[in-house]
């Protein structure tokens, strides 16, 4: 046999053309992280910002519902004139105490009865217990919103390890509208026409993520008072 009849020696790769190989290997490689990386990033932000929204609109339901209740009253029929009755009781849960502070944050406090079994039974005392005096305050040190339960205890509404409150506005407004009186409509002892009060708040909330400050969200809610109060007509 000639050497003319012999068949090539295999040749495996080269080196450069080896080093070529995993260059473009890891350039694809480095794609693929980045890709799955910034995916599972967008995937924790907007579980984040879903956990914040829940807790947002949790903490604004509770506030809202219950400031609604602001002046409830059990025996709110004591407040009404009659024939029968010549001088009607003034509701004692009127007192709503509002105050806005840059440094302490915003608050409000008032009163609303839980004497619910009281308005069949009468036993209703008719008078503001310690347990009946609620309300929201921010406590803007701590990044919290704050429940008064009863008494001089606030309870922290919100969780400062899921959220941390950067604004709780609370803006409290009356507006007195004139109540139409026929001959026979009753006045107050001093002969003053009455208004009716109707109360309303705004209610501003704003939070960031505890885990990721770039998520931020806020929420709005503009609500009325549900008991309107009756007062004397101003400058009588």
């Known amino acids: 046999m000639t050497r003319a009849t012999l068949s090539p020696r295999p040749r495996g790769m080269s080196l450069v053309e080896l080093m070529v190989g995993v260059t473009i290997g890891l350039f694809i490689l480095a794609a693929a992280t980045l890709v799955v990386t910034s995916q ?4 924790r932000r907007m579980l984040t910002d879903a956990q914040l929204q829940q807790d947002m609109r949790a903490t604004m339901d509770i506030a809202v519902r219950d400031m609604r209740r602001a002046g409830y009253w059990a025996h709110g029929w004591n407040n009404v004139w009659a024939d029968s009755v010549t001088n009607a009781m003034a509701n004692p849960y009127n007192t709503v105490s509002a ?7 915003d608050s409000i406090v008032y009163d609303r ?3 619910e079994e009281g308005q069949q039974s009468g036993t209703d ?5 310690s347990s009946e005096r609620v309300g929201f305050r921010f406590n803007a040190a701590a990044g919290t919103v704050e429940m008064l339960m009863g008494g001089d205890t606030w309870q922290t509404l919100t969780d400062p390890a899921v959220m941390r409150v950067t604004r709780f506005d609370l803006t409290y407004t009356t507006q007195a509208v004139p109540l139409p009186c026929g001959a026979q409509c009753p006045v ?6 009455l208004d009716l009060l109707v109360r309303n708040a705004t209610l501003v909330f704003s939070a960031q ?3 990721d400050a770039s998520v931020k969200r806020s929420v709005r809610s503009d609500l009325r008072l549900r008991n309107d109060i009756l007062v004397e007509r101003s400058g009588c």
């Open 40 to 43: 599972l990033g967008d995937n």
């Open 99 to 105: 105050t806005r502070s840059s440094r302490e944050g």
């Open 113 to 115: 009865s839980t004497d």
């Open 125 to 129: 005392n008719d008078r503001v217990d």
């Open 188 to 193: 107050s002892s001093r002969g003053c026409a």
């Open 209 to 211: 993520a505890a885990s």
